[in-house]
C-alpha cells in the first residue's frame, strides 16, 4: 500500500459520458500529480496541484479538469468521453525520494 | 511528449542473468528516477539519481547517470521471475516539478 489512494479502480462507461476520478494523497503530503497511460502515448503528465493551487499543466485536453480540495483530495473530471479516453489514470505525491503512486484508475470507454 | 528514450524496447533473459537498459533524455535535469509496472498495476519507485551523482546502488540496482550524455542506465543483476514488468525512467527538470517518463522497457525472465 502506497498511501496514495484512488478510486474507483475500475470504470467503463459510454461515450459523451462524464466521470470523475479521485485521489487522496497520503497523510500529509501536499501535492498531487495526475497522469494518463495509455498504450499508443505512454504515460503522459495531465496537471499538478500544490496545497489547493493548480502549478503545471501538461497534455490536459479542455474536457478534462482538475481540482484540489481542503482536505488534500483531488478529482480528475473526464467530460464527454471518448474511445480515446481509455487509459489509466494515475496520481501521484511527490517525496524527497521520489513519487509515490496510487494503483490507477482503469478507465474504458464503450 | 516523453522527455526520455528507453532501450531495448524489450528484453528476455534467462534467470540468473543480468538486464541492462538504458535511458537517454534531451534536456538538463534535476534528478532521474527508475519505476517499475508490474502489468497494468502501479508505479513502484525504485531509485533516484540526482544531477550531481554518478552512480547509486540498492540491493541488486545499479543506476548510473551520465549528464554529459545526457543518459542513465538501470542493471539488475541475479534476475529473477520476480523482476518481470515494465520499467520506466522518469526525469525531473527542477525540484518539485512534474516527472517525464521515458517510453519502457517490458523486461522478461526466463526461468
Known amino acids: 500500500d502506497s498511501g496514495v489512494t484512488q478510486t474507483p479502480k475500475h470504470l467503463i462507461t459510454a461515450t459523451g459520458q462524464r466521470v470523475t476520478l479521485r485521489c487522496s494523497p497520503r497523510s500529509g503530503d501536499l501535492s498531487v500529480y495526475w497522469y494518463q497511460q495509455s498504450l499508443d502515448q505512454g504515460l503522459q503528465f495531465l496537471i499538478q496541484y500544490y496545497n489547493g493551487e493548480e502549478r503545471a499543466k501538461g497534455n490536459i485536453l479542455e474536457r478534462f479538469s482538475a481540482q484540489q480540495f481542503p482536505d488534500l483530495h483531488s478529482e480528475l473530471n473526464l467530460s464527454s468521453l471518448e474511445l480515446g479516453d481509455s487509459a489509466l489514470y494515475f496520481c501521484a505525491s511527490r517525496t524527497n525520494y521520489g513519487y509515490t503512486f496510487g494503483s490507477g484508475t482503469r478507465l474504458t470507454v464503450v | 511528449s516523453q522527455q526520455g528514450e528507453e532501450d531495448p524496447q524489450a528484453l528476455s533473459i534467462q534467470e540468473g542473468e543480468n538486464a541492462t537498459m538504458n535511458c537517454s533524455y534531451k534536456?538538463?535535469?534535476?534528478?532521474l528516477q527508475w519505476y517499475r509496472q508490474n502489468s497494468g498495476r502501479g508505479l513502484v519507485h525504485l531509485i533516484l539519481i540526482r544531477s550531481n551523482e554518478r552512480e547509486k546502488h540498492s540491493g541488486r540496482l545499479r543506476v548510473t547517470l551520465d549528464t554529459s550524455k545526457k543518459s542513465s542506465s538501470l542493471l539488475i543483476t541475479a534476475s529473477r521471475a520476480a523482476d518481470t514488468a515494465s520499467y520506466f525512467c522518469?526525469?525531473?527538470?527542477?525540484?518539485?516539478?512534474?516527472?517525464?517518463f521515458g517510453s519502457g522497457t517490458r523486461l522478461s525472465i526466463r526461468p
Open positions: 534536456t538538463s535535469i534535476n534528478n
Open positions: 522518469a526525469t525531473e527538470y527542477s525540484s518539485a516539478s512534474k516527472i517525464i
